[in-house]
Antibody, heavy 122, light 107 residues
């Protein structure tokens, strides 16, 4: 059974940093491209970042302006999102999501984690 | 960026009804469109990809159609468990973008 389990969320002050993790199991993690998607409270879905299976291709939403860094460790079946210079508008549930296909670039997402809540507030 | 305009934003229907949601893309996305269901407090679930292909295990009362810039998502014979918010998503190009969602309620 495919499982994606996020962790690392919590309350952080504006300007602070946080590292999210996503532990994958039930599939060959190293073969799949992965994403982070976020959802502000009561709002819609916003794609955040993409990383290819080998970490060779990485994309970010323009709105992040270099504050977030996506990475992965295939040996540990884990995906990460390092977030810095956090702002109130980064408050959201952050989901990791698996690409449905193995092609490089945009695709749909066939499995999602349960999400981890990041709250940026003083 | 490709803008996805989804309508309506909310919808109330009765059990057994047919429900239709539309999604308009700001440019041609060929067939790179999917639909997700999100129940309160849960992660989104992929229902349909490539406009009209049902994900494994998804009931046949869900369907999708369209091409280019105009797409439709339909639920036939609405069931109580279909209460959720539904999102369209384009994956023709990065950044991936979603519609703003349609909140479906049962009368």
């Amino acid at each position: 059974e495919v499982q994606l389990v996020e962790s690392g969320g919590g309350l952080v002050q504006p300007g602070g940093s946080l590292r999210l993790s996503c532990a994958a199991s039930g599939f060959n993690f190293s073969s799949y491209n992965m994403n982070w998607v976020r959802q502000a409270p009561g709002k819609g879905l916003e794609w955040v970042s993409y990383i290819s299976s080998t970490s060779g291709t990485i994309y970010y939403a323009d709105s992040l302006k270099g504050r977030f860094t996506i990475s992965r460790d295939n040996a540990k079946n884990s995906l990460y999102l390092q977030m810095s210079s956090l702002r109130a508008e980064d408050t959201a549930v952050y989901y990791c999501a698996r690409d449905a296909t193995v092609v490089i670039g945009a695709t749909d997402f066939d499995f999602w984690g349960q999400g981890t809540l990041v709250t940026v507030s003083s | 960026d490709i803008q996805m305009t989804q309508s309506p934003s909310s919808l109330s229907a009765s059990v057994g009804d047919r429900v239709t949601i539309t999604c308009q893309a700001s440019q041609d996305i060929t067939n790179y469109l999917s639909w997700y269901q999100q129940k309160p407090g849960k992660a989104p679930k992929l229902l349909i990809y490539d406009v009209s292909i049902l994900e494994t295990g998804v009931p046949a009362r869900f369907s999708g159609s369209g091409s280019g810039t105009h797409f439709t998502f339909t639920i036939n014979n609405l069931q109580p468990e279909d209460i959720a918010t539904y999102y369209c998503q384009q994956y023709d190009d990065l950044p991936i973008t979603f519609g703003q969602g349609t909140r479906l309620e049962i009368k």
